[in-house]
T-cell receptor
Framework: EAGVTQSPTHLIKTRGQQATLRCSPI?????VYWYQQALGLGLQFLLW???????NRGNFPPRFSGRQFPNYSSELNVNALELEDSALYLC????????????????FGQGTRLTVV | AQTVTQSQPEMSVQEAETVTLSCTYD???????LFWYKQPPSRQMILVIR??????QNATENRFSVNFQKAAKSFSLKISDSQLGDAAMYFC???????????FGQGTTLQVKP
């Protein structure tokens, strides 16, 4: 079974441009989490989608946005890129069982390394 | 709101020795999961161990075990017989059973010395 896949692996953009990052969850998983990890630092929660809806949003400006498609894959868009947006962006997928998040760990992709120059 | 705190940015241990990584959390919920994830230099996040809040027994996975103190809201990870491959960044995480919200601590970088 394929794991969580993220594309591209690396992305280099110029300040002011837009970046689009993609995530395909494990088959059967309906929930996708996005995290930003600046170099050597912890995971900052960005966005969480479940069943096509945005469930929660971290403390990030509106230029960070995303969506989840009917097949549960997800896209993270970052507009008007700034130098400090350079980071590793991690996607994780999970699912709910019988209405509860029990015995349902989150599985991570390899991440997209975004560099803004 | 739930929070997760890891107060040790860096730790080091001698190969074959034992090390304990600390984690505290804050929540008003009674039903939740706690996890320890490992992120090696390859950057792939790997689940190390998980603990269900309603279980009093501490979880164990081979050389990895936890000390779960629910009343104190403490969840430490003990690594026994440390190996060079254990060198990584370790993250403590909290998962709400009812809402699915998943939050992480700041991480602890573990160095294993040969």
């Amino acid at each position: 079974e394929a794991g969580v896949t993220q594309s591209p692996t690396h992305l280099i953009k110029t300040r002011g441009q837009q970046a689009t990052l993609r995530c395909s969850p494990i088959s059967g998983h309906t929930s996708v989490y996005w995290y930003q990890q600046a170099l050597g630092l912890g995971l900052q929660f960005l966005l969480w989608y479940d069943e096509g809806e945005e469930r929660n949003r971290g403390n990030f400006p509106p230029r960070f946005s995303g969506r989840q498609f009917p097949n549960y894959s997800s896209e993270l868009n970052v507009n008007a890129l700034e130098l400090e947006d350079s980071a590793l962006y991690l996607c994780a997928s999970s699912y709910v069982r019988d209405g509860l998040w029990r015995n349902t760990e989150a599985f991570f992709g390899q991440g997209t390394r975004l560099t803004v120059v | 709101a739930q929070t997760v705190t890891q107060s040790q940015p860096e730790m080091s241990v001698q190969e074959a020795e034992t090390v304990t990584l600390s984690c505290t959390y804050d929540t008003s919920e009674s039903d939740y999961y706690l996890f320890w994830y490992k992120q090696p230099p390859s950057r792939q996040m790997i689940l190390v161990i998980r603990q269900e809040a309603y279980k009093q027994q501490n979880a164990t996975e081979n050389r990895f075990s936890v000390n779960f103190q629910k009343a104190a809201k403490s969840f430490s990870l003990k690594i026994s017989d440390s190996q060079l491959g254990d060198a990584a960044m370790y993250f403590c995480a909290y998962r709400s059973v009812n809402t699915g919200k998943l939050i992480f601590g700041q991480g602890t970088t573990l160095q294993v010395k040969p």
